[in-house]
């Protein structure tokens, strides 16, 4: 089973930027998607961006221009860069990790991501 640990979370003003952040360990193979979720309470967990490991990236529309998603293969992490943040955005933002021939995604623990007015 892979294990992902999140950082980078925080309180923010609306405007501000944040890096999140998440490695993978444990039984790493054929990692094929990475990405990130989030969910407010009270609501479904939502896609907010994802990485393929041939960098082809896909994002939410409400994101999109505003968050950028990265990817270090070697490594085994991937990032969002948040930018232009506004109170909506609020949430805890979980990273996943997919692999090959296994159908549930590896989570992390979350991170939460608050942004003031």
């Known amino acids: 089973q892979v294990h992902m640990v999140e950082s980078g979370g925080g309180l923010v003003q609306a405007g501000g930027s944040l890096r999140l952040s998440c490695a993978a360990s444990g039984s790493i193979f054929d990692i094929k998607a990475m990405g990130w979720y989030r969910q407010v309470q009270g609501k479904q967990r939502e896609l907010v961006a994802a990485i393929t490991r041939g960098g082809i990236t896909n994002y939410a529309a409400a994101v999109q221009g505003r968050f950028t998603i990265s990817r270090d293969n070697a490594e085994n992490t991937v990032a969002l860069q948040v930018n232009s943040l506004k109170p909506e955005d609020t949430a805890v933002y979980y990273c996943?990790?997919?692999?090959?021939?296994?159908?549930?995604?590896?989570w992390g623990q979350g991170t939460q991501v608050t942004v003031s007015s």
């Open positions: 996943y990790a997919e692999q090959v021939g296994i159908v549930l995604k590896s």
